[in-house]
């Protein structure tokens, strides 16, 4: 068997594969993801907190948040119950605890009390958040979209909140927030090298034609 060229592309067709290996093969490809510690209640008043890689901002305006629960976890039930959730930034310092909140316990056991991550209430919404991470984004339920196997939650954001210690010029940054995010397989990553570049306007590129020659090798 020739082994193929280092260039020569390898093709993954959803139809012609198990569900599961697709899916091992987006998730590696769809990289890297923020990690949403999802905080959320019962309606029995169990406090549940999951992690969820398929997260993202849906809208700026109304602030719209949305993460997706593959299947029908706990996190979905409960926000659907009661209509609340809190989102933290997931932290390095927490990676094991993180990973562990993610372990299948049943309904009635909160995933915070067996991790030892503490939680603490959160400003606007009657659900709790954790108390060392950095940030919390508070979230009324918005809507749910189904989606095949899945379904995807919008929460309306409410507040956020950060320590005073990772804001500067009006905005948490970076370098002291060190989230973990989510990789293929088992892999995990964090922030490695910070680049920063500005966004050029049309009318700079139409008045300094070295731009474009620049970036097309000229
Ligand atoms: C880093 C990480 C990211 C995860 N992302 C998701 C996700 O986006 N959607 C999902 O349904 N499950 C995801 N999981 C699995 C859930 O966290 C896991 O099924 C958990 O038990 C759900 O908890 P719950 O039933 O309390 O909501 C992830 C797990 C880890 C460790």
């Not at 989230?179 to 500005?198: C, Q």
């Amino acid at each position: 068997m020739t082994s193929p060229g280092a260039r020569e592309r390898v093709h993954f067709d959803p139809a012609a594969m198990p569900t599961r290996d697709f899916y091992r093969v987006l998730n590696s490809v769809v990289v890297p993801r923020p990690i949403a510690w999802v905080c959320s209640r019962s309606a029995a008043g169990v406090h549940n907190l999951a992690p969820h890689s398929f997260y993202t901002v849906a809208c700026v305006d109304p602030p719209v948040v949305q993460f997706t629960s593959v299947g029908r976890k706990d996190s979905l039930r409960n926000v659907e119950a009661t209509g609340e959730f809190t989102i933290s930034l997931t932290p390095e310092a927490l990676f094991e605890q993180i990973n562990a909140t993610g372990t299948d316990f049943p309904p009635d056991h909160s995933e915070a009390e067996h991790t030892g991550v503490r939680l603490e209430p959160a400003e606007t919404v009657d659900a709790m958040r954790v108390a060392d991470s950095p940030v919390s984004v508070e979230c009324e339920l918005h809507s749910t979209v189904r989606l095949g196997d899945s379904t995807v939650v919008f929460g309306r954001v409410r507040h956020i909140s950060a320590w005073a210690e990772v804001v500067q010029d009006g905005r948490p940054r970076i370098e002291h927030l060190r989230p973990l995010a989510r990789l293929g397989g088992n892999e995990w990553a964090t922030i490695g090298e910070v680049l920063e570049i500005a966004r050029i306007p049309f009318t700079t590129w139409s008045e300094d034609p070295s731009i474009g020659e620049r970036l097309r090798g000229g």
